[in-house]
Nanobody, 125 residues
């Protein structure tokens, strides 16, 4: 059973930084897309950043130059470094893993989609 557990969310002032982490267990797919998306209640899900098994990355235009996605395969951890945060970055952030998925616009697309429970990020002005 694949499990994803996010951590690192919190409250920060605009211009500050946060680092999100996602611990992934029991994931044995060699080809995949992993990433982060965010969602505010009542609004559509928004892809933030994604990374493929070949190391390629994709970012939403709204976070390019501010956010960096990375993975540590030895530790089975996916991270998202968020710098120069803005109030509009406030959202629940979810980690996702998609076997044989592909990247586009900071999102992972594919048939099977694993996700964590989310971690809240709040940016105050």
């Amino acid at each position: 059973q694949v499990q994803l557990v996010e951590s690192g969310g919190g409250s920060v002032q605009a211009g500050g930084s946060l680092r999100l982490s996602c611990a992934i267990s029991e994931y044995t797919y060699s080809s995949y897309c992993m990433g982060w998306f965010r969602q505010v209640p009542g609004k559509e899900r928004e892809g933030v950043a994604s990374i493929g098994s070949d190391g390629s990355t994709s970012y939403a235009d709204s976070v390019k130059g501010r956010f960096t996605i990375s993975q540590d395969n030895a530790k089975n951890t996916l991270s998202l470094q968020m710098n120069r945060l803005k109030p509009e970055d406030t959202s629940m952030y979810y980690c996702t893993a998609v076997p044989n998925g592909y990247l586009s616009g900071g999102y992972c697309y594919g048939g099977l989609n694993y996700r964590g429970q989310g971690t809240q990020v709040t940016v105050s002005s």
